[in-house]
């Protein structure tokens, strides 16, 4: 069936439809990512968005066991690629892509051109678009949104045991966070996104402000409760969305990107040093203010942005890009090791 991409400013580009038979509309971005799309298509700080992937080849390794997923569904609003390979094979494969999307009703569509897609994002911008296929829908800007409200989970969760006890704010987070947490013998608290942390009745030795999709001024409670925790000088960590939340608790500022960092091919710096990390990355906004108190950790060697921020004297830090490295390289998994030993 033809189906059509239409962009906010009037582009059309006709395609092969592959996914669920049905229209949706988000903010059309593009992401640079070679492999793991599973992962990728399942992160929450992908809710509301029509993903173009660059890389040529999509489907060939089908779609693992939902335990390797990074929530437990499909997050993204709609997909666009170059080539589906219909015929995966692959020994953790359990269905093919398009049952995927079709299950989890996510249109999907098929053009050749992907690399115009991508340069039209970078010249243009982030844009609004649609995938049509038969009825129209309204163009939806997921920005003016509370993204974060729809995808993190609603009640309190603890796993995991260990000598310290951290509670994560849920934004949105990936699976591999908790899992990297637990792997290292933490005991983890799960909260809500506009849960105060010291209405638990549990003692915590930290906090983590995972991940998420979207405007972090969206959010203006969970930013609330992240100023009272620095008040009480509790240890905290940042992950992606986290970065952008402890900064502006602390007085700092926040952007919105051109086009945004998609992808598992980052280079950050890591400030003072000559060193250059690979990350992965998923974010459409960046700190534009570092807050009194901080420095910069690191800083994108494309175009300049924050990375990160540390404090200058308390165990108080945050990363833009994703430590947990699902998918992509394992070059910043240290955080985690750094951020346990500050607490100590």
């Known amino acids: 069936m033809i189906t059509q991409l239409t962009l ?27 492999t793991g799309y599973p992962e990728a298509f399942t992160d929450p700080s992908f809710a509301g968005q029509i993903l173009v992937l660059t890389y040529p080849i999509i489907g060939n390794y089908g779609v693992p066991h939902r335990a390797a997923w990074e929530s437990g569904k499909l997050q993204i609003k709609g997909l666009v690629v170059s ?6 094979s692959h020994y953790s494969s359990v269905m093919s892509l398009q049952q995927w999307l079709i299950r989890e009703k996510v249109p999907a569509l098929e053009i050749r051109d992907t690399r115009f897609l991508a340069k039209k994002i970078q010249a243009h911008g982030s844009i609004l678009g649609k995938i049509i296929n038969g009825k129209d829908v309204a163009f939806e800007d997921p920005n003016k949104m509370n993204l974060v409200g729809e995808v993190a989970q609603k009640k309190v ?11 994560q704010i849920d934004c949105g987070t990936k699976r591999s966070i908790t899992t990297r ?19 638990l009745k549990e003692k915590f030795d930290a906090v ?15 930013i609330k409760n992240v100023r009272a925790i620095l008040k009480k000088k509790v240890p905290i960590l940042g992950i992606c969305l986290g ?16 086009f945004g960092h998609r992808g598992q091919n ?17 974010h459409g906004y960046v700190v534009s203010q570092i807050p009194i108190g901080f420095n910069q950790w690191f800083k994108n060697a494309n175009d300049g942005t924050n990375e990160g921020l540390i404090h200058k004297s308390l165990p108080i830090m945050s990363v ?12 910043t998994e240290w955080i985690f090791d750094y951020f346990l030993k500050r607490i100590k």
């Open 320 to 331: 833009q890009f994703h430590p947990e490295a699902t998918p992509g390289p394992t070059d």
């Open 157 to 167: 969760s603890i796993e995991g045991r260990g000598k310290y006890t951290i509670v």
């Open 181 to 199: 947490l637990i792997k290292r013998n933490v005991r983890v608290i799960t909260i809500p996104w506009n849960m105060d942390p010291f209405s």
């Open 208 to 222: 983590l402000v995972s991940n998420g999709p979207g405007d972090p001024t969206m959010i203006p409670e969970t």
């Open 8 to 34: 906010q400013d009037g582009s059309i580009i006709e395609g092969k439809s592959f996914g669920f038979d049905g229209s949706a509309a988000g903010e059309v971005v593009f992401s640079t990512g070679m």
């Open 243 to 258: 970065n952008q939340i402890l900064a502006l608790a602390a007085g700092g500022t926040t952007k919105k990107l051109k």
């Open 266 to 282: 980052q280079p950050c710096i890591l400030v003072g040093t000559k060193r250059c990390y690979l990350t992965t990355q998923n």
């Open 83 to 88: 080539t589906y390979n219909e015929t995966p």
